[in-house]
Nanobody, 123 residues
Framework: QVQLVESGGGLVQAGGSLRLSCAASGRTFNWYTMGWFRQAPGKEREFVASVSRSGDYRAYADSVKGRFTISRDNDKITVYLQMNSLKPEDTAVYYC????????????????WGQGTQVTVSS
């Protein structure tokens, strides 16, 4: 079992940066591909980024490529999402999640979820 706790959200102006962290519990953290998803009001939860067990493979949604960077530290059992050049359309609740599936773009493939952290980008 893995428990996930996100932090680092907040209010930022367009063009600014935030770094989200997701602290995990449990000794099996490196068994899981880790992902970040987001959900804006009235919209479905969408994939943002994922990182493989070793950290060598990363995937991004087209909407965040070149602006966001996902990383993980297996020693600290933490995954990060560095968000630069933020836009108002990035406003959402951001969730960290863990999966053993190779289909890491789909929320339904993730077994464990954090409670979410709010990111608000003002124009």
């Amino acid at each position: 079992q893995v428990q996930l706790v996100e932090s680092g959200g907040g209010l930022v102006q367009a063009g600014g940066s935030l770094r989200l962290s997701c602290a995990a519990s449990g000794r099996t953290f490196n068994w899981y591909t880790m992902g970040w998803f987001r959900q804006a009001p009235g919209k479905e939860r969408e994939f943002v980024a994922s990182v493989s067990r070793s950290g060598d493979y990363r995937a991004y949604a087209d909407s965040v490529k070149g602006r966001f960077t996902i990383s993980r530290d297996n020693d600290k059992i933490t995954v990060y999402l560095q968000m630069n050049s933020l836009k108002p359309e990035d406003t959402a609740v951001y969730y960290c999640a863990a999966t053993t599936s190779n289909s890491d773009f789909f929320a339904s493939e993730y077994r464990y979820w954090g409670q979410g952290t709010q990111v608000t980008v003002s124009s």
